[in-house]
């Protein structure tokens, strides 16, 4: 009977209950106490909104992206995310908050310094690339086996960062992975836009951000343990 009752103590604690108290929540649909706008020292208010549910890019404002409190180096990353038509958006890591652009619009240069996972429409947006489409390694890596829930529904999605190796899941498919520093992946930043930046996603440890692309962009759910 005490061998029984051991048995079954060891599964709770292993299960999901228990693994959930690893979990930090930075968004539960409520509170965004856990997140602050990029070199601010608040919620941007105006900028982006919560409702329903849901923490919302607002369109026609300031861009400011939105990051992480805290700072991560090996994660796992849990969020959905969902579009309006014709918008776009996206999720980076090991962010450092620096110098706005000269454009002056409040955003971060942050497309230009780090690995960016691309929240895209797909259909409607001006620029319908595969290497720039959704669930990609934004200009880097064209997503595969993607299933995108249609315009305006959310999809689910992983991103794992762990000793240099990233993998990005959407809708429970695995759509990419690298290894940064890599050979195969110096070879393709080699040929990419970003192959005159030396420093590029040289960091190993950052914020999460949110970027606001001046779309109307949706995150629910967003939660992230250390690995």
Known sequence: MKKLYFMALAALLAGPLFAQKNWIVLFDGSSTNALRGY?????PEGVWTVKNG???????????????????KD??????????????????FHVQEKKAMES??????????????????DKYFNDTAAIRSAGSLYDLIVPKNKTLKPIGQFNQARLIHKDGHVEHWLNGKKVLEFQIGSPEMKAILAKSK???????????????????????AYYRNIRVRRL
């Not at 923490?55 to 700072?71: C, F, G, H, Q, Y």
């Not at 994660?75 to 980076?92: I, K, M, P, Q, R």
């Not at 951000?209 to 109307?216: E, K, P």
């Open 104 to 121: 002056g619009n409040g955003n971060s240069p942050n497309w230009l310094e780090n690995f960016e996972i691309q929240i895209l429409d």
């Open 194 to 216: 970003f192959k005159n930046n030396p420093n590029y996603h040289t960091d190993t440890e950052g914020h999460l951000m949110f970027q606001h692309h001046g779309q109307r």
């Open 54 to 72: 849901s923490l919302i890019a607002v369109p026609k404002t300031k861009n400011v992206d939105m990051v992480s409190k805290e700072r991560f």
């Open 75 to 92: 994660f796992e990353l849990e969020y959905e995310w969902a579009v309006d038509t014709a918008a776009n958006s996206g999720v980076f």
């Open 39 to 43: 070199k601010m020292d608040t919620f």
